[in-house]
């Protein structure tokens, strides 16, 4: 079988998207990627650069463990050749989004997250009250063989009333609408590494 080509790819997550609201794939990043971010934000996770991620916005910003326990840093370009090639291949998939779906996506920010044994992310929408500017959620995982049993998935409320979980597998992408997508992130029995990040519009209030 031959593999399927970035194309390929990004016109299977972007027709589930349009159809579902959501969209998973495994293996969207090259491996050898994937393999280059892991160690990169293991890398950070050693040196202290990761920080308690907070909730809200501006002045209303906190750090809050009872709703969100991992610890993040924002990637800026130019810091690593892996992150450069990442925010590289989203860009592409931001501007193939934009041709398919008219989303008028303008720029895409992410950082890496790590949550430690038992930290979770309750229920929530990535969409602040007063900022609609996050479009796409898209969240790439970074851990090898992980198993069902340690817990750690994305949990999707879908609009149907099901759930739907997508295992934090190293290479997996899960791709879905910010502002109408309910989602948590579940305990896990492990370190769980992602690369998580947000496709956003031009703002109402930005001139
Ligand atoms: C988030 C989030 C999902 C995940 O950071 O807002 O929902 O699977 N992350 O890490
Ligand atoms: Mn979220």
């Not at 924002?74 to 990442?86: F, H, I, M, Q, T």
């Not at 193939?96 to 930290?119: I, K, R, S, V």
């Not at 879908?158 to 759930?163: I, S, V």
Request: include cysteine; glycine fraction near 8%.
């Amino acid at each position: 079988m031959t593999e399927p080509c970035q194309q390929d790819i990004f016109s299977n997550l972007i027709d589930d998207l349009d159809s579902q609201g959501w969209s998973q794939r495994a293996l969207f990043a090259p491996e050898i990627l994937t393999r280059e971010l892991a160690s990169e934000c293991r890398k950070r996770e050693r040196s202290g650069e990761l920080s308690a991620a907070s909730v809200g916005r501006g002045s209303a910003q906190q750090v809050q463990e009872g709703i969100r326990g991992d610890r993040i840093q924002w990637l800026e370009p130019g810091e690593s050749e892996a992150c450069d090639r990442y925010m590289q291949l989203m860009d592409e998939l931001r501007q193939t989004l934009n041709q398919e779906l008219f989303l008028g996506l303008e720029d895409f920010e992410c950082h890496f997250a790590c949550y430690e044994p038992g930290a979770f992310y309750l229920r929530h929408l990535d969409r602040f009250r007063d900022d609609d500017r996050r479009t796409v959620s898209a969240v790439l995982y970074l851990n090898d063989n992980w198993q069902a049993e340690q817990g750690g998935a994305l949990r999707l409320y879908l609009n149907d009333g099901r759930e739907h979980d997508v295992l934090p597998q190293a290479g997996t992408l899960a791709l879905f609408l910010s502002g109408e997508m309910p989602h948590e992130v579940l305990p896990a029995t492990r370190e769980r590494l992602s690369l998580t990040g947000w496709f956003r519009r031009r703002g109402t209030d930005v001139l």
